[in-house]
């Protein structure tokens, strides 16, 4: 087990990237201490990836994609703007409420941080906002992206701990909603001190207009409603709530109905039965593809290719990770790491309260040195054991690992976001990291109140009979 941790840590110290470093350092272990044969490796790195759940990583990130190419980001931006742009640090309000918009298409941090977060950092710059501060809360905003469903971490996370990733997608809605709050009250604190002022005029008929696309959206499953109730059938009274959605939408022009309506189809068909999670990321695709091809047109063939070529390397990268990562995970098992990490933690403290402060500690550091989905690979399988013995629900669990390992995007050595937006902004790392900083303060106490508040978490999957 020492050599498997140590081989590790020292690839890890001399550069060699996360995923090389787990895989060589086991098979070292392999090779030395012969407790499996050779074919072992490779047999357990396949296992890893052979999961239908799985499937939904490709597919999510590939809708990211569509989305950013078809600029429906520059949609989500005008419609924020025009949301809350009149407030005091309006085009910070924007950022965090773009955000939330983007959050509900691509699940994943990057893509909030490279496609709606490059045009926001700009936005700020241009209004003569000091770029820390624009660096700054980008990179807090980011992590909505993985809290509000769809979620990549999620789809790992429940592969791994064999929990319904649909109970997931709707444990991060409140627990989104509360991360929204604080960072808006963030940069509200931020304006009063800064003297940021508004950034827009307030005009009546732009912020009407947004909170009817708000209503519009929100009429849709209303729609659907009424038309059951009146004997039609469910896919019927869908499928005309749609045609009536896209003919409004055609004719009004609206800036974000369409976008906003992503979350709504993945939510509500998963609620429904129509689709598996795995399905909704299908589904998800399939959306981008139509405004991109039909309803706005501009998505172009070689920009289709492009993205095309983005998912493959992404997911290629991803899915090498987890390769990687579940035959170090195994091994770790195998050479009972596991339980002799049980065994420490329980001779700690027999609290489940202690317990999730010393994992928070645990998964704050390690997300400062381990990618997002080779931590999740290597900490469920030593983890949910304890999480199991002290009574904590897997979900709440799976809220509070992610939520971690996203604010470790955010810290040096290896936070994938600090280096996304050291380079969009064209900071230095130490400058970035320390523009960080600050917007760091709200996310820690929405860990604290997510960890300590279970309710947060699992009222909504609770309501919709997702868990007991």
């Known amino acids: 087990m020492l050599l498997l941790i140590g081989a590790f840590l020292v690839l890890m110290l001399v550069g060699v990237p996360v995923a090389v470093s787990m895989a060589v350092s ?8 012969g407790v499996a044969p050779d074919i072992i490796a490779a047999q357990r790195m396949i296992a890893g990836v052979e999961s239908f759940p799985l499937l939904a990583v490709p597919f999510f990130i590939f809708a990211g994609n569509l989305m950013n190419i078809a600029g429906v980001t520059g949609r989500i931006y005008s419609f924020a703007l025009a949301l809350v742009g009149w407030m005091k640090g309006g085009l910070a309000q924007v950022n965090i409420v773009g955000s ?6 691509s699940g ?16 700020m710059r241009d209004h003569g906002y000091p770029v820390e501060a624009a660096v700054g809360v980008t990179a807090a905003s980011s992590t909505l992206g993985p809290i509000f469903p769809p979620s990549l971490p999620f789809v790992i996370y429940g592969m791994m701990a064999n929990v319904s990733i649909g109970a997931l997608f709707m444990a991060g809605i409140l627990p989104g909603v509360v991360m929204t709050v604080l960072m808006m009250v963030t940069v509200a604190i931020f304006a009063h001190r800064r003297g940021w002022g508004s950034d827009t005029p307030f ?4 912020l009407a207009a947004a909170s009817i696309e708000v209503a519009v959206v929100c009429c849709f499953p209303l729609a659907v409603y009424v038309l059951v109730q009146a004997g039609l059938s469910l896919n019927i009274a869908v499928g005309i709530a749609l045609v009536v959605l896209i003919a409004c939408d055609w004719y009004f022009d609206f800036s974000a109905v369409m976008a906003l309506m992503t979350p ?3 939510i509500g068909g998963m609620t429904m039965g129509w689709f598996t999670p795995t399905e909704a990321a299908m589904a998800a695709v399939i959306w981008s593809l139509f405004l991109g091809l039909v309803r706005y047109r501009t998505m172009t063939l070689a920009a289709l290719a492009k993205a095309s070529f983005d998912t493959i390397e992404t997911t290629a990268s991803v899915l090498f990770i987890v390769t990687a990562a579940s035959i170090f995970a195994w091994l770790l098992t195998v050479s009972q790491a596991a339980q002799l990490f049980s065994v420490f933690i329980t001779s700690l403290t027999e609290n489940k309260w202690v317990f999730l402060i010393l994992v928070n500690i645990l998964m704050l550091v390690v997300g400062c040195f381990l990618d997002t989905i080779a931590a999740i690979t290597i900490l469920v399988p030593i983890l949910l054991p304890i999480v199991v013995l002290y009574g904590i629900d897997p979900v709440h669990f799976g809220l509070i690992m992610t939520l971690n390992l996203m604010i470790g995007l955010l810290h040096p050595p290896l936070g994938m976001v600090l280096f996304v937006l050291s380079r969009v902004a064209k900071l230095s790392v130490e400058r970035t990291t320390m523009a960080i900083l600050p917007w760091l303060v709200p996310l820690i106490v929405a860990l604290i109140l ?5 309710a947060i978490t699992l009222w909504l999957p609770t309501q919709m009979g997702l868990i007991r």
Do not use: C, H, Q, W
């Not at 005009?203 to 732009?206: G, W």
């Not at 997510?450 to 279970?454: G, L, N």
């Open 26 to 33: 086991s098979l070292l272990y392999l090779v030395f201490y």
């Open 100 to 105: 939330v918009v983007f959050a509900g298409m």
């Open 108 to 123: 994943a941090a990057l893509a909030d941080a490279a496609g709606i977060g490059t045009i926001e950092i700009k936005a």
């Open 203 to 206: 005009k009546l008929n732009r």
């Open 264 to 266: 709504i189809i993945l």
């Open 450 to 454: 997510i960890t300590f508040i279970p």
